[in-house]
């Protein structure tokens, strides 16, 4: 039905359909592709451009769709700068990180100029000091934190042997103050910010109750030492008069002269 002429042409078509098709070993059929198609993409679609740091030239192969701050990314290991601090000039003018090249006209062996963004350098380093210095004060806040835990259990024990009448240890309560004392002092030394400063002054405030506990118990302390040398004294005068009552001769007899004592004073008589 067909001519020679026409049946090659469905056999060449039919080839060119076979030869654009592949199998995978998974079994999926997939669209064969052409490398010298792709190879045309992708010379197009990257630029290798030369970037200049001080004395030094660096060849970067970049795409020409990415932006100046991926640029920046890749001179970060060949140059040792910070992203942050870099500052790239094309055309005698600085780039903003978020600007693409390809819409910068930026082409195959095109020239950069790398230069160091000091103000942004300093920033950087500013902020990262101050980051540090945050996280330094949050671990010291949660140490004294954890000491003032300690402390509070102690105070709180003193403060029940008190009110059961137990018997408290002066020695304990100094220690305790001292220890107090001291944990304020290391938190006067630290300093933040915002929500680090609240929980300063939360800890200061409970040192300082904490303290002036351990003060009320000193004092209890001291006004029943007295007390307890009166109760000694009515109690000495109360058997006292029990005994003179009950004629305890011990106590009362009047003393005597002992035989052993021998006059040796001799008186001169007159006529």
Excluded at 29 to 35: C, E, F, G, P, T
Excluded at 67 to 93: A, C, R, W
Aim: hydrophobic content about 30%.
């Amino acid at each position: 039905m067909f001519s020679s002429s026409r049946k090659g042409d469905i056999r060449g078509h039919d080839n060119a359909k076979v030869a654009e098709w592949e199998l995978r070993p998974g079994g999926m059929v997939v669209q064969k592709r052409n490398s010298d198609v792709n190879q045309n993409f992708i010379s197009k679609s990257t630029v290798k451009v030369r970037v200049k740091y001080g004395s030094s030239y660096h060849q970067i192969q970049i795409s020409s769709h990415a932006s100046f701050g991926e640029l920046k990314k890749m001179l970060t290991e060949p140059t040792g700068l910070h992203v942050q601090d870099q500052k790239l000039i094309y055309k005698n003018k600085e780039k903003d990180s978020k600007s693409y090249l390809d819409v910068e006209r930026v082409k195959d062996g095109s020239k950069l100029v790398l230069l160091v963004d000091i103000e942004n350098r300093e920033r950087r380093i500013l902020e990262k000091l101050k980051i540090g210095k945050k996280e330094k004060t949050s671990k010291s806040l949660t140490e004294i934190k954890l000491e003032v835990d300690k402390l509070s259990k102690k105070v709180a024990a003193l403060e029940t042997d008190a009110s059961t009448g137990g018997i408290i240890a002066e020695l304990d309560v100094e220690n305790l103050t001292e220890n107090l004392m001291r944990t304020l002092i290391a938190l006067d030394e630290i300093y933040g910010e915002g929500e680090l400063k609240l929980g300063i002054r939360e800890q200061v405030r409970r040192v300082q109750k904490h303290i002036e506990t351990l003060d009320m118990l000193r004092m209890t302390m001291q006004n029943s030492i007295p007390l307890k040398k009166d109760e000694n004294k009515i109690k000495m005068h109360y058997c006292d008069d029990l005994e003179r009552r009950q004629g305890n001769p011990k106590k009362h007899q009047p003393k005597q002269h002992s035989d052993s004592v021998v006059v040796t004073t001799e008186w001169e008589t007159f006529d």
